[in-house]
């Protein structure tokens, strides 16, 4: 017997609390399987099993215990043996049993059907760990049909998260059942799908479908599965612009790797010409419509969200409700850097290989900025501020499926033209929905261009844990006063949100100034000035 106690997870952390039990008690558990999942004040974590045998629960879901306090048991095969030695009663001779018990054996062998019989075993894949901050995925839709026969490593399915979409690989051999369906929302370690390891696509169809006149709807099914799970099978960016355009994914041919339809296919489909008696056809279905008093149509439609969508939500109105949020703003003279650019983007390019865009220049100065006022990069955890003495900037895109903010590392190390080398590679991820979790995890610092789109003006909410963010804006040219002159000058509105649990109003105005004098004087963050 082997108990198991609540290991020490960290200096800081007292106590935890069991949040799931995976293993039900009195089942039993290999070594190494996750039994449960323990929640601290920190992070989630899992506690897997120590060795194999039978599992008794000590605890209860939801309990919370301290450091070193026992969770479970674990009954091994050696304490089960000396259990059953010592309640097993010595054996009695008898003459008779000893006959049964013989001839039993015998009879049971004759009556296994070893042609049906198969050393199948079962295979429960599960919801795998994709982030600290992930707790649940949404299975977007099944590459593999439910009864085929899948190989090792072949992809079964796609599962959405609130961050990126990721394949589910088969772990096994054997034929796929599933369990969950297309558009359930799973939380992590949930169980997906089944793999029979053992059976063949044969032996299904035979245990399945006794009468021989079902066997050739079966015989297709393993010709089928012959082919690429990609064949017909659009990416994620390519599935985001054919449901855009209406456009059923089977009535596209695909070009990339082993037939998948690419993004460029996707965007080439042209949706074919419905004949008029389909048109009346989805007249009938759809409700008539009440016409205006106006004059005007009234249709409307409902779509819903998607994970991304619904966490971008929940956290926004988090960040709204949990902070001390302000926004203080200021201009910038772009002229310097537009001049800049002008005289040496052709060199530039011709020596990195990448274009000299306005994001490296916002970006450095703002990693000068943060150096000298570091509670702008700060943050709050628990009752502590966290000071970083390093700037992982977090840079707003703009995605099919919506809003993700992927990280540059030590940004304040990299020049110029590592900068705009790191932010056109992770941009291009971005639109391609090809982001990892850990490209999007953490980030102390965030920078959002609305002037892409022609903002003006805007007050950008703080990207959580982080405690501010910057906001850029349309460069327009307008008049200003200038050494006692209106003149006109290609000017920019900079906006600065930020948590005022953390930073002063004297902290954040000097911080935005601070960038405003690097931006409008380039030459300052060459010099180090």
Known sequence: MIEMKVPAVGESVTEVTIGTWFKKDGEFV????????????????????????????????????????????????????????????????????????????EIKAEKIPTSMETKSEIMTMTVPPVGESINEVTLSNWIKKDGDFVKMDEVLCELESDKATFELPAKAEGILRHIAKAGDVLAINSPICKIEI????????????????????????????????????????????????????????????????????????????????????????????????FGGSRNSKREKMTPLRKTVARRLVAVKNETAMLTTFNEVNMEGIMNLRAKYKDAFKEKHGVGLGFMSFFAKAVCIALQEFPA??????????????????????????????????????????????????????????????????????????????????????????????????????????????????????????????????????????RVKQLLEDPARMLLGM
Do not use: W
Not at 36 to 56: N, Q, V, Y
Not at 214 to 238: F, I, L, N, W
């Open 376 to 513: 702008v990069n700060a943050s709050i955890e628990g009752d502590e501020i966290v000071y970083n003495d390093f700037v992982d900037i977090s840079i707003a895109v703009s995605a099919p499926k919506g809003l993700v903010v992927p990280v540059i590392r030590n940004a304040e190390s990299l020049s110029l033209a590592d900068i705009e080398k790191e932010v056109l590679r992770l941009a291009g991820k971005a639109r391609d929905n090809k982001l990892s979790i850990p490209e999007m995890t953490g980030g102390t610092f965030t920078i959002t261009n609305g002037g892409v789109f022609g903002s003006l003006m805007s007050t950008p909410i703080i990207n959580a844990p982080q405690s501010a963010i910057l906001g850029m804006h349309n460069i327009v040219e307008r008049p200003i006063a200038l050494n006692g002159q209106v003149v006109i000058k290609p000017m920019m509105y900079v906006a600065l949100s930020y948590d005022h649990r953390i930073i002063d109003g004297r902290e954040s105005v000097s911080f935005l100034v």
């Open 30 to 105: 290999k070594a190494e399987e996750v039994i449960c999942e323990l929640e601290s004040d920190k992070a989630t974590f899992e506690l897997p099993a120590e060795t194999s045998g039978i599992l008794r629960h000590q605890a209860k879901k939801g309990d919370t215990l301290p450091i070193g306090a026992i969770i479970c048991k674990i009954e091994t095969a050696d304490s089960q043996a000396n259990t059953a030695s010592k309640n097993t009663p010595p054996p009695v001779a008898d003459t008779k049993n000893e006959v049964k018990n013989e001839t039993k054996p």
């Open 198 to 293: 053992g059976a063949s696509a044969s032996n299904t169809s035979a245990l399945v479908t006794p009468p021989p006149a079902k066997e050739e709807p079966k015989k297709e099914a393993v010709v089928e599965s012959k082919d690429s799970y990609a064949t017909g099978t659009p990416s994620p960016a390519a599935s985001k612009i054919l449901a855009e355009k209406g456009i059923n994914p089977q009535e596209v041919k695909g070009s990339g790797k082993d037939g998948r339809i690419t993004k460029e296919d996707a965007m080439n489909a042209e949706k074919p010409v419905t004949p008029p008696a389909k048109k009346e056809e989805v007249k009938t279905e759809t409700p008539a419509v009440t016409p205006s008093a």
